[in-house]
């Protein structure tokens, strides 16, 4: 069956540092890949869309990876601020129109 | 840019009643318009795809309806939830893209929180 699984429910990292959030899925062959970031109560914001054909995306304290083989992305913050806690999704686009998210990664970074 | 709106924010409504929910792409025209759920610490399931001025598309276990969907206009999207129940208590978020397809990105509305008692 289809899946897309996000690591840990929750992580914690220090102010400063890296933050590294996965997604890996099974039975997809997505056109592309998109993160966003949710706050509670509110919609997601969309951050970074890498396509299948593209290793890595940048912007600012941000980057993404996508290895088709290894059917995995990975995000990034780094000098990681407080005010990066959020809930981060990602999102496969695969075939048609539809948006498959995967559960989400709250993170928390500690002053 | 890309800003998409939500009305209202929250509701609280009776079993029974219907309630009205609107989703509106204020800077630009949308051409698809989708709707989804979010329950408490789970993810996003897509309920709906609209293009604008035909039916509306339902996933795989959505009751159409139950979730009427209206795309009246390039910037209206209506999602109605008839005769209510408390097991409709959820998180209903629209997004909007410029696409034809919908493969475009898509720019979310910042929810509507609906409490069926």
């Known amino acids: 069956s289809q899946k897309i699984e996000q690591n840990s429910e929750a992580l914690n990292i220090q102010e400063g540092k890296t933050a590294t959030l996965t997604c890996n899925y099974t039975n997809y062959s997505p056109a592309y890949l998109q993160w966003y970031r949710q706050d509670p109560g509110r919609g997601p914001v969309f951050l970074l869309l890498?396509?299948?054909?593209?290793k890595e995306k940048r912007k600012e304290r941000l980057k993404v990876t996508f290895d088709t083989t290894l059917k995995q992305s990975l995000f990034h913050i780094t000098a990681s601020q407080p005010a990066d806690s959020a809930t981060y999704l990602c999102a496969l686009v695969s075939g048609t129109y539809k948006y498959i998210f995967g559960t989400g990664t709250r993170l928390k970074v500690l002053a | 840019g890309a800003v998409v709106s939500q009305h209202p924010s929250w509701v609280i409504c009776k079993s029974g009643t219907s309630v009205k929910i609107e989703c509106r792409s204020l800077?630009?025209?949308?051409?698809?318009m989708f709707w989804y759920r979010q329950f408490p610490k789970q993810s996003l399931m897509l309920m709906a795809t609209s293009n604008e001025g035909s039916k509306a598309t339902y996933e795989q276990g959505v009751e159409k309806d139950k979730f009427l969907i209206n795309h009246a206009s390039l910037t209206l999207s209506t999602l109605t939830v008839t005769s209510a129940h408390p097991e409709d208590s959820s998180f209903y978020i629209c997004?909007?893209?410029?696409?034809?397809?919908?493969?475009?990105?898509?720019?979310f509305g910042p929810g509507t929180r609906l409490t069926v008692l």
């Open positions: 890498i396509r299948e054909n593209e």
């Open positions: 800077d630009f025209q949308a051409t698809t």
């Open positions: 997004s909007a893209s410029w696409g034809a397809s919908g493969t475009d990105t898509q720019y």
